[in-house]
């Protein structure tokens, strides 16, 4: 049985277990404990005391049923209404704090593996005890399996997760437990790891876990099969339309941004082969109908955009891609919008030159106003990535990313800033003094002593008195959604 715990935005299902199901090609019960855990909470949350309060907490329903339908979306300032008031009918009730995309307990460290031990040894502490009681529980022991894999991908996800195998094992410990996912994969390639899970958890996997959980089954695995979402409720999700998770690739053709843990781990590439890419598509936008695909991919590469304009999927996409040469051509994103892109997520991180060269990024700046432009120009929207506080960047250098959004405002439809983290493996981390970032063995980051003096406290500063309230930036930040961020965004741009 596959399990895809709480919390994750959502708004769609998640992309690994699915992709896991198809190449299993077997008949493995999956649930996705995320989105049924956040409606249980949802509905069964007590109010908190006052008028306002009640009013919020009789409109849940109705909320949500607005997210279905798309009625939240008519505009921003409904829109963040509607997930205000639902995150506070989340966080009613319980020690902890849930919110759509979060899991925060001022008792427990998720990066702690002795808290983490302590959440699984106490699960009556967690938000989620009682509908893992009242409806995970019961489907577990239905199916009665003989091992149970949890995809732990957000940081969010980790608590309720080892509640959940507490639970687990303390009512059935004959049941294999084994985690995946691309939280796991980060923790395992700390060079501090030494498994702390072992008397809990029967199997870590890092990377995709296709060949080993095959192997565990004593299956081949079928990596030609689509991914297989029939066992979830893409209706339900938290989405006007279903959207359709897909991966074309896995790790990053780029693979050289020096801030990034795809480097970082050195993760490898790999993609498929166009006509598979092409059939898959084919069958899954046939059997499901969904309203949106979302490529999941790190980057979608150009030869595979070229490839999508030649033969549209039929419905609306988007994804990640790089400020890739190929967006200089007009043309070539004319024909992109003709193929159903809406939007392209760009991770362009600052409007300094010098920052982007220091970073490895392979961005030349004027190109990317160009790109912006002609993205516009076609009528596809762009979401824009940029991380404040690297190492290679000072204030003026700020001043110039503010300077470029300020040019190509019109050219940005939303806006995502960061302030940068250092990954432990980051090539970075040797030419700076580290500070530890936080008390806990599997933090993925680390502070550290900014070379040019541009500290977190100095960079949360700029955010907060001269980028957020620019009046370009400000625009973008009020249009761009909030908490669901770039899931939510195709759809204000189809509206
Ligand atoms: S292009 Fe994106 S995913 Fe790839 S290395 Fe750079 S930041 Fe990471």
Redesign the pocket.
């Known amino acids: 049985m596959l399990i895809h715990p709480p919390v994750a935005k959502p708004s769609e299902p998640p992309p690994g277990i699915p992709a896991l199901l198809g190449s299993l090609d077997s008949d493995i019960p999956a649930i996705d404990a995320n989105l049924q855990g956040l409606i249980y909470l949802i509905k069964h949350n007590p109010q908190d005391d006052g008028p306002q309060a009640l009013r919020i907490w009789s409109q849940r329903n109705n909320n949500i049923m607005q997210l279905r339908n798309g009625s939240a979306f008519k505009s921003i300032d409904h829109y963040n209404r509607i997930i205000s008031e639902i995150e506070r009918v989340l966080a009613s009730g319980h020690a902890a704090k849930v919110g759509l995309a979060d899991y925060i307990d001022a008792r427990a460290n998720p990066i702690s593996s002795t808290d983490l031990l302590a959440e699984a040894e106490n699960p009556e502490n967690n938000a989620f005890h009682d509908y893992y009681i009242d409806e995970l529980l019961p489907e577990i022991e239905r199916y009665a399996p003989a091992w149970i894999g949890l995809s732990i991908n957000f940081i969010s996800q980790a608590l309720p997760a080892f509640a959940l195998i507490g639970l687990v094992k303390s009512r059935w410990p004959h049941i294999k437990l084994i985690i995946g996912g691309g939280l796991i994969t980060s923790w395992m390639a700390l060079p501090s790891w030494n498994n702390p899970f072992g008397a809990l958890v029967d199997m870590c996997i890092d990377g995709p876990g296709e060949e080993r959980l095959a192997k565990n089954l004593g299956i081949n695995p079928n990596n030609t099969n689509p991914p297989d979402y029939q066992q979830f409720p893409l209706q339900h999700y938290l989405s006007p339309m279903p959207v359709l998770p897909y991966a074309t690739s896995r790790g990053?053709?780029?693979?050289?941004?020096r801030?990034?843990?795809?480097?970082a781990e050195n993760n490898s590439y790999t993609a498929l082969p166009f006509a598979q890419i092409r059939d898959e598509l084919n069958i899954l936008t046939n059997y499901h109908n969904p309203g949106m695909i979302h490529f999941v991919d790190?980057?979608l590469s150009p030869r595979l955009a070229a490839d999508l304009s030649k033969n549209p999927p039929g419905t609306p996409w988007y994804g990640?891609f790089?400020f890739e040469q190929v967006l200089k051509d007009l043309d070539f994103c004319l024909e992109l919008k003709k193929s159903g892109c809406i939007m392209v997520k760009l991770?362009l991180e600052s409007g300094s030159q010098n920052v982007l060269d220091a970073m490895d990024?392979g961005i030349c700046i004027e190109k990317a106003g160009i790109i912006l432009n002609n993205l516009h120009k076609a009528g596809i929207a762009t979401f824009v990535y940029l991380l404040f506080g690297t190492p290679v960047e000072n204030d003026s250098d700020a001043m110039l990313t503010l300077k470029f959004v300020r040019k190509h405002h019109h050219a940005i439809t939303f806006i995502n800033s960061a302030i940068f983290l250092m990954p432990h493996h980051s090539p970075w981390k040797k030419t700076v003094e580290c500070i530890p970032f936080s008390h806990g063995d599997l933090s993925l980051y680390t502070n550290f002593e900014h070379p040019l003096g541009w500290d977190r406290k100095k960079v949360r500063h700029f955010l907060d008195r001269i980028w957020k309230r620019d009046p370009a930036v400000a625009a973008i930040l009020r249009r761009t959604p909030k908490v669901f961020t770039s899931n939510h965004a195709p759809f204000f741009v189809l509206n």
Request: net charge positive.
């Open positions: 990053c053709l780029w693979h050289r941004c801030f990034c843990p795809e480097t790190s980057a990640y790089r991770g990024k």
